[in-house]
């Protein structure tokens, strides 16, 4: 069956008359509160991002998931993601084990190379080896997961001698994703790795991500894979409310104003109403409306792509903390429910 699940970047509110920031410790309070409903309402992930600038409260996913798990019981707890190529791939390897003995075997690692490229500098990272850092790391943190013992050597870090991991994860080895954007080499890898893949459509026509599917899809049997063992994703942006109109309304201001902190330094044109209007047709890449609309779109989403995993992406601009709530029970008391209930009938 589907996995359905939420991801959040940790966006704080940013008044847009003052400029005032809500502090980190607020945010991150409220976090703890949505992931605790997530898991009450049936939700099967949640997954957190990291980031380093002032726009987020998170920059460590690990400690808000270890957090996570001493208030919930069921749901699986991941990053969303973490930032490979800048990290030291065993303290990542040693932190989401840690948080997998905490919640008892729910801990997850979703490694990318990230969007934002802040952590580069941060860690002493120079970005002229962006590629190369994530391939060296990736295949470090793989052979973690799989290795008792390691030895290692690599050109970014100091070698690895018969050396020991601990604490090793409850099952001895983690759930791996892999976070993609829009590139083959990044689906290629990934598919050769046997590692299951996370696409980000956070812009334009989803159908134009369906040659990477089928590409990853290919090379996963290439690869010499099973199926059986086949997992995909996709990471939309989202947000649920009672009443179609209202909610696309209210959300408008919110979802624009963070495109367009983002776009600012990415020199990208204001954010327009109509690429909004657009992005909620069936045609778009966001899911933004009430309950039917939402299972309509997130069914097409799954069939479009044959989906094993599906990530609603839903505090893009902070909305109100309320709205989150009730945003995360409809899509747990209801949206969820409705489409295994159609995914079941098509069986």
Do not use: C
Request: without cysteine; hydrophobic residues 40%.
């Amino acid at each position: 069956m589907i996995e359905l699940g939420i991801g959040m970047f940790g966006d704080v509110q940013i008044d847009p008359t003052t400029g005032k920031i809500q502090p980190a410790a607020e945010r991150m309070r409220e976090i703890i509160e949505e992931v605790k409903l997530m898991d009450q309402v049936g939700l099967d992930f949640f997954g957190m991002g990291e980031h380093h600038r002032e726009e987020y409260a998170v920059s460590s996913p690990e400690i808000i998931l270890a957090a996570a798990a001493t208030v919930t019981k069921n749901i699986k707890l991941g990053s969303a993601v973490s930032v490979l190529s800048s990290a030291d791939p065993v303290k990542l390897f040693q932190d989401f084990a840690s948080v997998d003995i905490i919640s008892n075997g729910r801990a997850e690692i979703m490694a990318g190379r990230g969007s934002f490229i802040e952590s580069f500098p941060l860690f002493g990272y120079d970005l002229k080896d962006y590629a190369d850092l994530f391939d060296e790391k990736l295949e470090l943190l793989t052979r973690l997961n799989k290795q008792d013992h390691i030895t290692w050597s690599g050109r970014f870090r100091k070698p690895l001698i018969d050396q020991q991991i601990f604490p090793r994860p409850v099952n001895n080895s983690l759930p791996i994703w892999v976070a993609v954007g829009g590139t083959t080499t990044s689906v290629i890898r990934a598919a050769r790795l046997g590692l299951p893949v996370m696409f980000a459509i956070i812009g334009g026509a989803p159908e134009n991500f369906k040659p990477l599917f089928e590409m990853y899809e290919q090379a996963w049997v290439d690869n010499g894979h099973s199926m059986d063992d086949f997992q995909v994703g996709v990471h939309v942006h989202s947000f649920f409310g009672a009443d179609s109109k209202a909610v696309a309304d209210k959300y408008y201001p919110i979802y624009a104003a963070q495109m367009n902190r983002i776009g600012a330094s990415r020199n990208w044109p204001p954010y327009q109403r109509s690429q909004y209007d657009f992005g909620r047709s069936i045609h778009g890449h966001l899911i933004v409306g009430d309950v039917n609309e939402s299972v309509d779109k997130i069914l097409h989403t799954i069939e479009l792509f044959g989906l094993t995993r599906f990530s609603a992406h839903m505090d893009v601009g902070s909305p109100d903390h309320k709205d989150m709530m009730k945003s995360i029970e409809l899509y747990g008391t209801q949206i969820a429910p409705k489409v295994r209930e159609a995914l079941k009938k098509a069986e």
